[in-house]
């Protein structure tokens, strides 16, 4: 209960101050560039990584990146960089992440 109305407080300053729902909300910015890069901001860490798949934990749930060529150009505790031939990105809520781990 209390948890639903910090979020619906969360949801009103952000509208009535102007505010990127970024900023107070916790969820991801991601910004895409062509098929290339690819910058996430807020993510909560890498679960996965390879040449071809990118898992990150978010603060609900997970996002999934699919391509080829994956190189992280930059990491930081709640931003990264991932260069590559981007082919998919895909985004779970916490319910679906319980058994969608391929």
Same mark, same amino acid.
């Given at each position: 209960?209390?948890?639903?109305?910090? @979020?619906?407080?969360?949801?009103?300053?952000?509208?009535?101050?102007?505010?990127?729902? =970024?900023?107070?909300? =916790?969820?991801?910015?991601?910004?895409?560039?062509? @098929?290339l890069h690819l910058h996430v901001e807020n993510h909560r860490g890498?679960?996965?990584?390879?040449?071809e798949l990118v898992r990150l934990k978010?603060?609900?749930?997970? %996002?999934?990146?699919?391509?080829?060529?994956?190189?992280?150009?930059?990491?930081?505790? =709640?931003?990264? %960089?991932?260069?590559?031939?981007?082919?998919?990105?895909?985004? %779970?809520?916490?319910?679906?992440?319980?058994?969608?781990?391929?």
């Open positions: 209960m209390f948890n639903r109305w910090k @979020q619906s407080a969360k949801h009103w300053v952000t509208g009535k101050m102007n505010l990127p729902e =970024d900023v107070l909300l =916790d969820v991801p910015r991601l910004t895409m560039i062509g @098929q890498v679960l996965h990584f390879s040449k978010l603060s609900y749930g997970e %996002l999934f990146i699919k391509g080829e060529g994956f190189v992280i150009k930059t990491i930081l505790p =709640d931003e990264l %960089l991932l260069e590559g031939t981007i082919e998919e990105v895909r985004y %779970l809520n916490g319910r679906e992440t319980g058994g969608a781990h391929e």
